[in-house]
C-alpha cells in the first residue's frame, strides 16, 4: 500500500519512523508511522487494510450459510466467537431462537476461544516487552485448548461450527468431560501466568501509567471489550444485552480504574477467570435435547437421512445449492467476542443473500484509539500499547 | 428472542418527533429495533442533542456506515448506529444523501466517526463534510472505485 511517509508536523526537528507491516510487534500487518522528538511520539498514524480481503462484499454474494466460513477468518484468534455471533444475527433476522442445549454449546464456544484468545495475547504482549518465558508457558496451555477446539469441530482455526439454527454436531460426553479437565485446571495455569507478571518490577514499569486512555476518551472512540473496562466503563455485551443465555449465569464484569497497559492486563486475566467460572457452571447446567431447530427448510438434516431419504436428500441439496430466505428487514446483533463488542448490520431485501451486511469490528474501532494512546509516551511504550489493544488485523480489516 | 431488548430506541424515536418535527423523515422498526430517517441537513443536530440530552443520553456511536439504493433517488443511505450506557439503549439513525453525499461529519461529536466514517468514504465514495482527515482508509490510496457500491461486481474479468 503506496503510503507516503510525510511529517504530521511543521516542525524540522522531528524523525518520522515507519514500524511494519511486517513487524514482530504489531501482531499481524499493521502498519504505524511515527513521529518522533528524540524518543517521544509527537504523532502517530496507523495503517490498516493489508488484510482487508472485502468480506462485507463478499457476504452479499453469498449464501447465509456460505457466509459462516468466512467470520472463522476475521478474528482468527477466535473463529468460535464470531461464528456464534453471524448465526445469532442472521437468526435475529429469521426471528427464530436454537434450542437449549445448543445454547449451552455456544456459551462454550464463546467462552473457550476467549480464553484462547486471550492466552495468545498474554504471550505475546508479554513477549512484546521481553517477558519470553510467559509466551511458553501461554501457548502449551493453548495447545490444549486447539485440542479441545479441533475435537469439538475438526479444525483448529476453520472452525465453521454453527450453523443458522444450530450447531454442525452435537459435543460428546467424553468431549465435555475433557473439557472439565481443562476448566479444573486453568484457575492454577492462570495462578502461575500472574505469579510471572502480576508484581514483576519490570512489568510493573514497562506497563503501569503507560497509554492511559481516560473513560470518557474511551466512549468517544467508540472502544469496547477490555479496554474499555480497564478504563473504569463496566459495559458487556454479555451482562448488558445477553444472548445464548448468559443471563442464567454467575459472572463478575472486571473494571480497571487507570485505563493503562497494566489495569488491561489485569482486566483480560480476570476474564479468563470467569471464563471458566462460566464453563463451570455450564458444565454443570447443560441440558440434553437437540442441538439445532426442527426447521427443514433452514436447517441441513442428518446425514443418515441424507443418505437413506428422498425427501431428506433434496432438502439437502437445496439448502446447499440454493440457500434458503431470510424475510425483508434489517438487524445489528451484538457479540462480547475476546476483542470487545462485534456487531452484524444485516439489511435484507428478502431472498437467500444478504442485501447488505456490514461488519462492526471490534478490534478496528479499538485501534483507532492507538494515535491517542501514545501521543507523549516513549516510542518504545508504542509497542506495550499495541500489544494492549490486542488487534487482531483479521479483524480490523476484515 | 433474547438478543433484543424490546422497543429498542422507540422512547429516543418519540421525543425527537417533538424536539425536531421537521427533521424527521421517516422511522420504523424490525423485530424490536427501532430506526429513524433524518433530514441530512439536520444530522449533526439532532446527533448532538440524542447525545446531550439526559433523556435520550447516547454517548457512544458504535459504528458509521452506508447502504447503497442504485435505484432509489436519493441512492445512498447512511446508517449510525448509537449506544446509550445510562439507559441500555440503542437507536439506529439514518439519513439518505446523493451519490457523493455530502452529509456533516460526526467526529466533532465522537471521535469514533473518524475511522468509521473514513471507512464508509472509502467503500462508497462519500464525503463528509468537516471531517478532519477524509482519506482511504482500507483500500490501497491509488485505488480509484468504491467497493461497495452495487455497480461493481464481485468480480471483474
Known amino acids: 500500500m503506496p503510503v507516503q511517509i510525510e511529517p504530521s508536523t511543521d516542525r524540522a526537528d522531528t524523525l518520522t519512523i515507519n514500524m511494519g507491516p511486517?513487524?514482530?510487534?504489531?501482531?499481524?500487518?499493521?502498519?504505524?508511522?511515527?513521529?518522533?522528538?528524540?524518543?517521544?511520539?509527537?504523532?502517530?498514524?496507523?495503517?490498516?487494510g493489508y488484510l482487508h480481503r472485502g468480506m462485507e462484499k463478499i457476504a452479499e454474494n453469498r449464501t447465509y450459510l456460505q457466509f459462516i466460513p468466512y467470520t472463522d477468518r476475521m478474528d482468527y484468534l477466535s473463529p468460535l466467537a464470531a461464528n456464534v455471533g453471524f448465526a445469532l444475527a442472521v437468526e435475529g433476522l429469521l426471528g427464530i431462537e436454537v434450542p437449549p442445549r445448543c445454547q449451552s454449546l455456544r456459551v462454550i464456544c464463546c467462552e473457550l476461544s476467549r480464553i484462547g484468545a486471550h492466552l495468545v495475547w498474554l504471550g505475546t504482549s508479554a513477549l512484546d516487552l521481553g517477558a519470553a518465558t510467559m509466551f511458553f508457558h501461554t501457548f502449551k496451555d493453548r495447545e490444549w485448548h486447539y485440542d479441545l477446539i479441533e475435537d469439538l469441530t475438526g479444525a483448529r482455526l476453520?472452525?465453521?461450527?454453527?450453523?443458522?439454527?444450530?450447531?454442525?454436531?452435537?459435543?460428546?460426553?467424553?468431549?465435555?468431560?475433557?473439557?472439565?479437565?481443562?476448566?479444573?485446571?486453568?484457575?492454577g495455569r492462570i495462578d502461575d501466568y500472574e505469579g510471572l507478571l502480576t508484581k514483576n518490577t519490570i512489568w510493573l514499569k514497562r506497563t503501569q501509567g503507560v497509554g492511559?486512555?481516560?473513560?470518557?476518551?474511551?466512549?468517544?472512540?467508540?472502544?469496547?471489550?477490555?479496554?474499555?473496562?480497564?478504563?473504569?466503563?463496566?459495559?458487556?455485551?454479555r451482562r448488558a444485552r445477553p444472548y445464548c443465555g448468559y443471563e442464567n449465569y454467575e459472572f463478575e464484569v472486571p473494571v480497571g480504574t487507570e485505563g493503562d497497559v497494566y489495569d488491561r492486563y489485569l482486566v483480560r486475566i480476570e476474564e479468563m477467570r470467569q471464563s471458566v467460572r462460566i464453563l463451570d457452571q455450564v458444565l454443570r447446567t447443560i441440558p440434553d435435547g437437540p442441538v439445532n431447530v426442527d426447521d427443514p427448510k433452514i436447517f441441513l438434516p442428518p446425514k443418515t437421512r441424507v443418505l437413506t431419504s428422498m425427501?431428506?436428500?433434496?432438502?439437502?441439496?437445496?439448502?446447499?445449492?440454493?440457500?434458503?430466505?431470510?424475510?425483508?428487514?434489517?438487524?445489528?446483533?451484538?457479540?462480547?467476542?475476546?476483542?470487545?463488542?462485534?456487531?452484524?448490520?444485516?439489511?435484507?431485501?428478502?431472498?437467500?443473500a444478504p442485501y447488505r451486511c456490514r461488519i462492526r469490528s471490534s478490534a478496528f474501532n479499538n485501534l483507532a484509539s492507538l494515535s491517542h494512546q501514545v501521543r507523549g509516551e516513549l516510542v518504545a511504550d508504542v509497542v506495550a500499547c499495541i500489544g494492549s489493544l490486542d488487534p487482531v488485523m483479521g479483524e480490523v480489516d476484515r | 428472542m433474547g438478543v433484543t431488548a424490546p422497543a429498542e430506541g422507540a422512547a429516543a424515536i418519540e421525543l425527537m418527533a417533538a424536539r425536531f418535527p421537521d427533521a424527521?423523515?421517516?422511522?420504523?422498526?424490525?423485530?424490536?429495533?427501532?430506526?429513524?430517517?433524518?433530514?441530512?441537513?439536520?444530522?449533526?443536530?439532532?446527533a448532538q442533542w440524542l447525545r446531550d440530552d439526559p433523556r435520550t443520553d447516547y454517548d457512544v456511536l458504535l459504528d458509521v456506515?452506508?447502504?447503497?439504493?442504485?435505484?432509489?433517488?436519493?441512492?445512498?443511505?447512511?446508517?449510525?448506529?448509537?449506544?446509550?450506557?445510562?439507559?441500555n439503549d440503542r437507536l439506529r439513525l439514518k439519513a439518505r444523501v446523493g451519490d457523493r453525499g455530502p452529509i456533516a461529519s460526526l467526529t466533532p461529536?465522537?471521535?469514533?466517526?473518524?475511522w468509521n466514517e473514513r471507512e464508509t468514504f472509502d467503500m462508497f465514495g462519500i464525503v463528509f463534510d468537516g471531517h478532519p482527515d477524509l482519506r482511504r482508509i482500507l483500500m490501497p490510496e491509488d485505488?480509484?472505485?468504491?467497493?461497495?457500491?452495487?455497480?461493481?461486481?464481485?468480480f471483474r474479468g
Open chain 1, 212 to 237: 492511559k486512555l481516560s473513560a470518557a476518551d474511551a466512549l468517544s472512540f467508540g472502544v469496547t471489550g477490555p479496554v474499555l473496562r480497564a478504563s473504569g466503563v463496566a459495559y458487556d455485551v
Open chain 1, 311 to 352: 425427501e431428506e436428500l433434496i432438502h439437502q441439496f437445496m439448502i446447499v445449492t440454493e440457500g434458503f430466505e431470510c424475510p425483508p428487514g434489517e438487524i445489528y446483533v451484538a457479540t462480547e467476542v475476546p476483542k470487545g463488542e462485534l456487531g452484524f448490520y444485516i439489511v435484507s431485501e428478502g431472498g437467500k
Open chain 1, 158 to 187: 476453520t472452525t465453521s461450527y454453527t450453523r443458522v439454527g444450530g450447531v454442525v454436531h452435537d459435543a460428546t460426553a467424553d468431549w465435555l468431560k475433557r473439557l472439565h479437565d481443562f476448566v479444573r485446571a486453568m484457575p
Open chain 2, 109 to 114: 461529536l465522537w471521535r469514533s466517526a473518524d
Open chain 2, 143 to 154: 485505488y480509484t472505485d468504491f467497493p461497495l457500491r452495487k455497480e461493481l461486481p464481485l
Open chain 1, 22 to 48: 511486517s513487524h514482530p510487534a504489531t501482531h499481524g500487518v499493521l502498519r504505524v508511522i511515527l513521529e518522533l522528538d528524540g524518543e517521544t511520539v509527537v504523532a502517530c498514524d496507523p495503517v490498516v
Open chain 2, 24 to 46: 424527521l423523515v421517516e422511522s420504523g422498526s424490525f423485530r424490536g429495533q427501532h430506526w429513524a430517517v433524518i433530514v441530512p441537513s439536520r444530522w449533526s443536530d439532532v
Open chain 2, 65 to 87: 456506515t452506508a447502504v447503497h439504493w442504485p435505484h432509489r433517488d436519493p441512492p445512498m443511505e447512511i446508517v449510525a448506529h448509537l449506544h446509550s450506557h445510562s439507559r
